[in-house]
């Protein structure tokens, strides 16, 4: 029988300080889980004692055995796809799905410590350090909603991607005193955890984005922020580590308004000059771009003379996408802001 079902079927016995355990377990199951009687006396404002007869009254031993039961229990939730998949699916999925998704959220955000937060928002502000974003497959969404828009607010912003091979040649460039933030959530992937492992020895400062304070990343940061993944169907659900990715952008555009005012000027002048938009920020749209014309010899082809000049190719080649090419190029507001200038005549 479930933890939850036993406190249901216990429910008139409990006193007031148990009901307050209870309520522990059903909001933070992971302080159950990996926590000791001592912590989750102090998360239910009770004492040890009263833990200790909460789980027997529940039909356990003790509190080692109903610890038991939650990690078996957690790690069901968090288990393969491919045994998830065999469950049958709720009879109100959306309405099961948002219930799941709300609490995902309101479980990360809410147990963020305001002064770890405002640690790490300090760290990703910090102009003088690099900022490497290292996510898994599974959490490449959060990675990439932390490291986008942080990319725009600063210079200096790397999200690592790739093979293993690939993403260790990346972060070859990174300096003793950088940040990385790396993501990832059981069962994790080995040549993630190595390449963590590489940078803390290289010296970089850690901050992990995980699933458990029994994480093995954050066992190598110094800084963890943890996010449930809790999923209805059969894959893990990444939207409160998105949500927790937003709100650490949030700190940082708070942090470094001044600096990154020009930063976007910039961006959207780009954005606007090479036309890369529908519409304006208004929400007016913006008149379709002239077809770019074909070159042969140096000048414009029109007509039948273009068909010759094109010979074999498919329609859409030799086309000059020069403007574009430097825009899927750039790598900073540096060269954003040299695209937007105004061409001399």
């Not at 996510?135 to 607010?153: I, S």
């Not at 008149?287 to 414009?300: D, L, V, Y």
């Not at 000049?309 to 790598?331: H, M």
């Amino acid at each position: 029988m479930a933890v939850a079902d036993r406190i249901i079927q216990h429910a008139h016995l409990l006193t007031a300080a148990e009901r307050r355990v209870a309520e522990v377990m059903a909001e933070e199951p992971d302080a159950v889980a990996f926590g000791t009687v001592a912590h989750v006396a102090r998360k239910a404002s009770t004492s040890g004692p009263t833990v200790v007869r909460f789980a027997v009254k529940l039909g356990y031993a003790g509190f080692v055995d109903m610890q038991s039961q939650v990690q078996r229990e957690i790690a069901e939730l968090l288990g393969p796809a491919r045994d998830r998949i065999r469950r049958p699916p709720p009879i109100d999925l959306l309405g099961r799905v948002a219930a799941v998704e709300e609490h995902n959220v309101r479980r990360t955000l809410g147990s963020v410590p305001p002064v770890q937060f405002a640690a790490v928002v300090g760290q990703l502000s910090d102009p003088t350090r690099g900022v490497w974003v290292l996510a898994g497959d599974a959490t490449a969404p959060v990675g990439a909603t932390l490291a986008v828009p942080l990319g725009q607010l600063r210079a200096g912003v790397t999200l690592v991607a790739g093979s293993g091979v690939a993403a260790a040649r990346t972060l070859g460039g990174l300096q003793p005193g950088d940040v990385l933030v790396t993501i990832d959530i059981r069962r994790y992937e080995r040549w993630l955890l190595e390449l963590t492992r590489w940078a803390a020895q290289a010296g970089a400062d850690l901050v992990a984005m995980t699933d458990s304070p029994l994480s093995p990343l954050a066992a190598l940061a110094a800084s963890t922020l943890l996010m449930s993944a809790e999923g209805v169907g059969p894959f893990d659900s990444m939207t409160a580590g998105v949500a927790l990715a937003n709100a650490l952008v949030v700190g940082v555009s708070a942090r470094v308004r001044g600096t990154a005012t020009p930063r976007l000027d910039a961006i959207e002048a780009a954005w606007r000059g090479t036309r890369s938009l529908v519409a304006d920020p208004d929400g007016s749209v913006l008149p379709t771009p002239a077809p770019a014309r074909r070159m042969a010899g140096g000048r414009p082809v029109a007509g039948s003379a273009r068909k010759a000049a094109d010979g074999d190719r498919g329609e859409g080649e030799g086309v000059d996408a020069t403007p574009l090419a430097g825009v899927a190029a750039l790598g900073g507001v540096q060269a954003l802001e040299e695209l937007a200038q105004p061409v001399e005549p």
